[in-house]
């Protein structure tokens, strides 16, 4: 059974930072690229980084210079590093695992950034 387990959402302030984690499991973690996707209240679910297997990282043009994605093989764990959040970065944040023979995606972390 696959599984992907996100942490670390939360409730900030603009300009803070907060730390994403997704631990997946029933998967050769190490094949899959892994994804951070967000979703807003009445906006489409949008792809915010991209990791792939081979460790190249792909940013969505919002985020590029204050989010970094990384993974830890060992750990079969995927990161996102957010800093200088603002509010428009408020939405849930969905973890994905891809290749060609699966799709997967965890429950979502919600990540609140208001004063």
């Known amino acids: 059974q696959v599984q992907l387990v996100e942490s670390g959402g939360g409730l900030v302030q603009p300009g803070g930072s907060l730390r994403l984690s997704c631990v997946a499991s029933g998967i050769a973690f190490r094949f899959y690229d892994m994804g951070w996707y967000r979703q807003a209240p009445g906006k489409q679910r949008e792809l915010v980084a991209r990791i792939t297997r081979d460790a190249n990282t792909y940013y969505a043009v919002s985020v590029k210079d204050r989010f970094t994605i990384s993974k830890d093989n060992a750990k079969n764990t995927v990161y996102l590093q957010m800093n200088s959040l603002k509010s428009e970065d408020t939405a849930v944040y969905y973890c994905?695992?891809?290749?060609?023979?699966?799709?997967?995606w965890g429950q979502g972390t919600q990540v609140t950034v208001s004063s």
């Open positions: 994905n695992a891809n290749k060609i023979s699966g799709n997967y």
